[in-house]
């Protein structure tokens, strides 16, 4: 007789597999967002924008593979890091500027690292080097910031989802319930620049550009932390740095310049902890055993050598 041949279940299939990781749900989100908002004003050229973005990071990351010679693969992360990018900036961004952008938040993030890990958000790094460096414009078009208000629960919707699925939502929370009471309390007391006023930040295209940077930007996994007592104190710096800067400084960068100084203390506490951690380990060899002490009163005051 013949042992009855045991049937396996299907396997599933690689994409399947993909939109359930973390980058997956941020590209099966960020995606239709960008799409969507590509229907009304600024979204031909930004669309365009984001081929150019996205050609240039998959060109980048397929250099770095062979210039460390490594496997070259379809690189997602850069993927994600050229949309965010051509989402944010503004349509009258000339195209080589962003592949420029791009090419220099991909670089930032292979040579900025702890380990494996950036130690700053790529497409912040990108962005804030196109404002400081070539006075680039941001319409953070693909947060619907160029449409009426009402459009905006498409962006919550889209950003609820990524914080929830990659369980940033305690991160994003924090950030957001401290940028928008701070704004508030400012408003009220009618504090801040007489050019960029805090209610200013709390009226649409500014309400924006901070839900999208939250969702998209602020819950990036390898950038940020994954306990959540550090991600409310991650939501809460990037939320506390941003506004102090608003309100003294104004521009444009205030946001970038808060994600980037938490990624910044993130990369710190990890180097801090793991320096404690070397300085409290033992001296002896990883085989050293110690021996608890007995509780039989008879072998009380002996030492292990007895």
């Known amino acids: 007789m013949t042992a009855p041949k045991?049937?396996?279940?299907?396997?599933?299939?690689?994409?399947?597999?993909?939109?359930?990781?973390?980058?997956?749900?941020v590209?099966?989100?960020l995606v239709p967002l960008t799409l969507f908002a590509g229907l009304f004003r600024q979204g031909p050229v930004g669309l365009l924008h984001a081929l150019v973005a996205e050609a240039t990071a998959l060109a980048v990351d397929a250099f770095?593979?062979?210039?460390?010679?490594?496997?070259?693969?379809?690189?997602?992360?850069?993927?994600?890091t050229g949309l965010i990018i051509a989402d944010v900036l503004s349509g009258i961004t000339p195209l080589y500027l962003v592949s420029l952008i791009?090419?220099?938040?991909?670089?930032?993030?292979?040579?900025?690292?702890?380990?494996r890990k950036p130690i700053f958000n790529p497409a912040a790094v990108g962005l804030l080097v196109?404002?400081?460096?070539?006075?680039?414009?941001?319409?953070?078009?693909?947060?619907?910031?160029?449409?009426?208000?009402?459009?905006?629960?498409?962006?919550?919707?889209?950003?609820?989802?990524?914080?929830?699925?990659?369980?940033?939502?305690?991160?994003?929370?924090?950030f957001l319930g401290t940028y928008f009471l701070l704004l508030l309390i400012m408003a009220i007391l009618h504090l801040g620049?007489?050019?960029?006023?805090?209610?200013?930040?709390?009226?649409v295209p500014f309400v924006n550009s901070a839900l999208f940077l939250g969702f998209f930007m602020l819950t990036d996994p390898p950038t940020s932390p994954s306990s959540a007592r550090g991600q409310i104190q991650f939501g809460a710096l990037t939320a506390l740095?941003?506004?102090?800067?608003?309100?003294?400084?104004?521009?444009?960068?205030?946001?970038?310049?808060?994600?980037?100084?938490?990624?910044l203390w993130t990369a710190a506490a990890t180097w801090w902890h793991r320096a404690n951690q070397r300085t409290k380990s033992p001296v002896e060899g990883p085989h050293h055993k110690t021996l608890a002490p007995s509780t039989d009163p008879g072998l009380r005051g002996r030492t292990s050598g007895s």
């Not at 049937?7 to 990781?21: C, D, I, N, Q, V």
């Not at 989802?161 to 305690?170: Q, S």
């Open 27 to 29: 590209l099966s989100a």
């Open 193 to 203: 620049l007489p050019s960029s006023t805090p209610a200013d930040a709390l009226r």
């Open 6 to 25: 045991t049937s396996h279940p299907p396997a599933t299939p690689a994409w399947k597999r993909f939109l359930k990781t973390p980058k997956g749900h």
């Open 64 to 80: 770095v593979a062979w210039v460390l010679r490594r496997k070259a693969g379809w690189s997602t992360g850069g993927l994600i």
């Open 241 to 263: 740095t941003a506004v102090v800067l608003f309100a003294t400084v104004g521009g444009l960068s205030y946001l970038l310049v808060g994600l980037l100084t938490a990624n």
């Open 130 to 174: 196109g404002i400081w460096g070539f006075a680039t414009g941001q319409s953070w078009w693909a947060g619907l910031s160029l449409l009426p208000l009402w459009y905006l629960p498409g962006l919550l919707g889209a950003g609820l989802f990524v914080a929830i699925r990659v369980k940033k939502y305690p991160q994003v929370l924090t």
């Open 102 to 115: 791009t090419a220099i938040a991909l670089g930032s993030k292979h040579l900025l690292k702890r380990g």
